[in-house]
């Protein structure tokens, strides 16, 4: 059974940093492309960072960001842990939503149940 959990969510002060982690279960993540995205109230659910299956490439996975988030975030993957994270720095209030870690590149076909980030004063 696939499962994708998140964690590392909470309460940041605009400029801070949080990391947030993808804890996979039921297949390899190494063998897959991975994603995070991201939902604010109101708004529809964007793709925020993604990397490539580590199998593909020598070292870990070639990534790609969202524009909003280039040079503040970074997504990485833990083979051995079966884990894929997201280090998020600088963050802005606009950084503000539900965030989703998901298999696959273009079309995920698994999601976690999200975790929240809120970035306020």
């Known amino acids: 059974q696939v499962q994708l959990v998140e964690s590392g969510g909470g309460l940041v002060l605009p400029g801070g940093s949080l990391t947030l982690s993808c804890a996979a279960s039921?297949?390899?993540?190494?063998?897959?492309?991975m994603s995070w995205y991201r939902q604010a109230p109101g708004k529809e659910r964007e793709l925020v960072a993604r990397i490539t299956a580590a199998l593909q490439i020598t070292t870990g996975g070639h990534p790609n960001y969202a524009d909003s988030v280039k040079g503040r975030f970074t997504i990485s993957r833990d083979n051995a842990k079966n884990t894929v994270y997201l280090q998020m720095n600088s963050l802005k209030p606009d950084d503000t939503a539900v965030y989703y870690c998901?298999?696959?590149?273009?079309?995920?076909?698994?999601w976690g149940q999200g975790t929240q980030v809120t970035v306020s004063s």
């Open positions: 998901a298999r696959g590149w273009s079309y995920p076909d698994y």
């Open positions: 039921g297949f390899t993540s190494g063998r897959y492309a």
